[in-house]
């Protein structure tokens, strides 16, 4: 599963817009299940049109095959925000735990908590689409960091594991809610 999430963040609020997972069909092969993931992530991006992609980049697995497979999907996620016109921002997972929790090594449980904390509203989350907000939430966070000049906010062009993506759509969510 791909986990994603739109926020928008206004005069020091930060809103859910839109989030959930993207779940392919086990019964096709991997570069099907591939296309399925762009074409959902895509129509994703052209409905909620985020200036800015948030990612978290890679991290080793135990399973050489499932890290390549991580590598397949962040690559789908990558040339998707790209071809929008998004900018890509990549956090590493002690980052975004550090920046939702405070704690950069956090358990999952912790962040899918603080995630719903910080967002209210949000009922139950699946796992991929808590670690997805927590990845944008954390966006948002240096994102505050860069406007104010503060050292170690940062951001690459390049970034992705564990099929979990976010982005930052303030902007383009108000412009979606005037053309409905």
Request: glycine share 8%; aromatic share 4%; net charge positive.
């Amino acid at each position: 599963m791909t986990g994603y999430g739109f926020l928008s963040h206004e005069h020091g609020i930060t809103r859910c817009e839109l989030s959930g997972v993207i779940a392919t069909r086990r019964h096709f092969s991997f570069p099907d299940r591939l296309l399925e993931i762009h074409d959902a992530l895509e129509a994703l991006l052209s409905r909620m049109h985020p200036a800015e992609v948030a990612v978290e980049s890679a991290f080793v697995r135990k399973s050489a095959t499932a890290a390549l497979q991580i590598g397949h999907v962040r690559g789908v996620v990558i040339v998707a925000a790209r071809k929008s016109g998004a900018q890509v921002f990549e956090y590493t997972a002690p980052e975004v735990k550090m920046a939702v929790v405070r704690n950069g090594s956090a358990q999952k449980e912790q962040v899918a908590l603080m995630v719903r904390r910080l967002l209210p509203g949000l009922a139950k989350l699946k796992e991929d689409e808590a670690d997805a907000l927590a990845v944008a939430l954390c966006h948002i966070h240096r994102g505050t960091l860069r406007a104010l000049g503060i050292s170690g906010a940062r951001g690459t062009t390049a970034g992705h594991a564990k099929a979990a993506w976010a982005a930052l759509a303030a902007k383009a969510a108000r412009a979606a809610r005037g053309r409905a």
